[in-house]
């Protein structure tokens, strides 16, 4: 069950002008369940997106990078579960287009105004004349206070749906923004989470927009890892559609920095969130790593140790094997590493130092944090002042339950 | 169950001349099982060694690459196991040393001329007096004809006993190889593996022997991996104790590549029982990578599939989810990979090709080829000449529950 997670509130959701969700049954892969997910974005929305570092990546996210590069301005999102589209070749590509074309024609646009997304089962056609099928229920059904119907559209396994709001002022302005995003398994450094939509009516130049969802990913979908494969679907769309009345953020200046921070706070709670909800987690862990020469190091250091199975395993049992986290660190490619000079910490507990155990350690206190759902690990390299954090999850026998089983 | 994995008929196992083992029940964690192995050597034996690369390096690894170094001649090897004596700072060199102390004063050798190996949980003082305790009883059974217990001596989470041997005539004498080893978690690329001891009874000389380990541990432990952890303990051992009456090899001429295949030959074959026996193992995978650029990069999108819980998991469950090979794959780091000259074959049927499925693959083939113990995943990437193979198992419920229980 999802570690300290439950599903939002509706009403805590709150509409971002100029953002309209539809969603739709479209019976994709299963019958009724909400498959189908449409966005409508305002004229002179402004959209950004980072995308799936996988070189297999899906054919969606080809028709994405290609609308995004060349569109007079995107207008509408397309999202569909059940089927990833991808490892589908050239025939994927048509589909994926068939798909965006059907949408403008309903809504009135051109094709390359619509950007695809597909999550689900890999190396299947996309049964396209469903998702067709289902764009006018989507089309009628589109309102600006259905973000809490759109987060459960994406859901593939999914416990809990993953939404949440904020609004800060700028300038005088009330501003919103609001996210959805969906995991829950794949999930790997190094790129945007499977998918991950964040809406403010903001007004925003789109250079702007672009520097804030770099910001935004590397201290979100960029730190969360929960079995350390990388799918390839995963996309962050960032939309500000400039329905707030500010003055339009055209520099990193105050208001970047407040609206910025805002939608970071909102896309790391998103990222949290599907680590709570990752394939049979039953512990949430913060791994902190300070102290590294830079962050690059850091982040090694913290993905060394959230990738482990040996540690992870570890976590699920509650078992406090301080071992194999030192072993991860070990192995985290720093070769000139000083293993005398490395701390290691449960929650605020000093653990091992000085290449063993710590003097002061008892098991017995390791054995209580370990029993905890949230457990953070901190890790000090001693050799310099850079620091990351990484978000993971355990590992479970569901975990292996839920993968052996996916496409059965 | 250890896939297609028996216990070596103890009558195969051919003594190696200059070569005695003694084991013991010395009660290190568990009573009444054997968990200590001494090996004497003759005078003139040459030892050579290769050991983890992890940071965290266990207190025997860093004894036994000083002893190395600086000793007139290896005489002897101890090994525990129940306790790894890694993660134990000072301390734990102090109580390695000790061991080899107590084991030289009853062999009346100089303490630098014994190897100490440690193998179980990590992070804890290792029992030395038990170890002690232990010792003359090992010495009372030295024998050439003990493999079969040295090898079940050295096991910890194995299911079964590794051991083989095979014979070559140089120059007209018979000479001997008989390996023993021990998995079988925490097994991952460069490195040796757990623990490994191969030994011949060939006269070779130092240098050579140095060159061969090199080339025995790249096409064999250095090909496996269980669960992508490396053990702070990993350690491989060459012993030429000179017994066999040859020439001694002196150059890397024919008599070193015959005497080097066969000492591969056993290494394979043991690094392979390492991962048959692997934690959980359901089935046995191996991945042939061709058409790379270089050896390097075929290893890395071997170690790409072998690593990813999601291949492991569906292989478990003989599922033929090919999308899953393909994102691991696109997942390996190769930044200029064009995917439309991938292939995928699983066995001999080609099941991907331009990006997506093959025209000809039929899933019920598919299902067919997974429902087997042994599986030949064959990737061609279509850039070069270069080839490597990786051999791994898969990811099961067990292998949860064997790691979640270890320590209770």
Redesign the interface.
């Known amino acids: 069950m999802p570690v300290n997670l439950t599903a939002p509130d509706p009403a805590s959701l709150l509409p971002v002008k100029g953002v309209e969700l539809g969603h739709a049954e479209a019976h994709v892969r299963k019958p009724n369940r909400k498959d189908l997910l449409v966005m409508r974005l305002s004229p002179g929305s402004r959209v950004a997106g980072v995308f799936t ?5 899906a054919a969606p996210v080809v028709v994405c990078k290609q609308h995004l590069a060349k569109s007079s301005g995107i207008r509408a999102l397309l999202v569909n579960t059940g089927n ?1 589209n ?7 590509l048509l589909r994926a287009r068939r798909s965006c074309e059907a949408l403008a024609g309903l809504l009135g646009i051109a094709d390359d105004q619509v950007l695809p997304f597909s999550t689900g ?3 299947e056609p996309l049964p396209v004349e469903r998702v067709v099928a289902g764009l006018p229920a989507c089309v009628e059904n589109l309102g600006e206070d259905n973000w809490a119907n759109a987060a459960e559209a994406i859901m593939t396994t999914d416990i809990v749906a993953k939404a949440c709001s904020k609004q800060i002022r700028i300038g005088g302005n009330m501003v919103t923004v609001t996210g959805i995003a969906k995991g829950s ?2 999930i ?1 450094p190094n790129m945007a989470t499977m998918l991950g939509y964040i809406a403010t009516d903001a007004a925003v130049a789109q250079p702007v927009l672009e520097a804030m969802i770099r910001h935004v990913v590397n201290r979100s979908f960029n730190c969360i890892t929960v ?6 679907n995963d996309s962050l769309i960032l939309i500000a559609s400039g329905q707030a009345g500010n003055a339009e953020i055209a520099a990193q200046d105050a208001d970047y920095v407040a609206l910025r921070d805002a939608v970071t706070e909102v896309a790391a709670t998103l990222a949290q969130a599907i680590v709570r909800d990752g394939e049979g987690a039953t512990k949430f862990m913060t791994i902190e790593v300070e102290g590294g020469k830079d962050e690059a190091e850091c982040r090694k250091v913290g993905y060394a140790i959230a ?4 540690v992870k ?2 976590f ?2 509650s ?1 406090p ?4 986290i ?7 490619g ?2 000139d ?1 000083d ?2 000079q490395v701390q290691l910490f449960l929650d605020d507990m000093l653990v ?1 130092q ?4 710590a003097a002061s350690y008892r098991e017995a206190d390791g054995q209580r944090v370990m029993q905890q759902p949230e457990i953070t690990v901190r890790v000090v390299l001693g050799r310099g002042d850079a620091s990351a954090a990484i978000w993971t999850c355990d ?3 569901d ?3 839920i ?6």
């Open positions: 570092q996988n070189r297999f990546c990833a991808a490892g589908t070749g050239e025939d994927g089962v890999i190396m398994g794949m790997h079995d350390g494969d990388t799918s390839t990738h482990s199975p040996l395993t570890a699920f049992a078992d094997n301080l071992g194999r030192l072993a991860a660190v070990g192995n985290a720093i070769a590493l293993v005398s091992a000085n290449g063993g155990r590992f479970s026998y975990y292996v339950k993968n052996a089983d996916y496409r059965t």
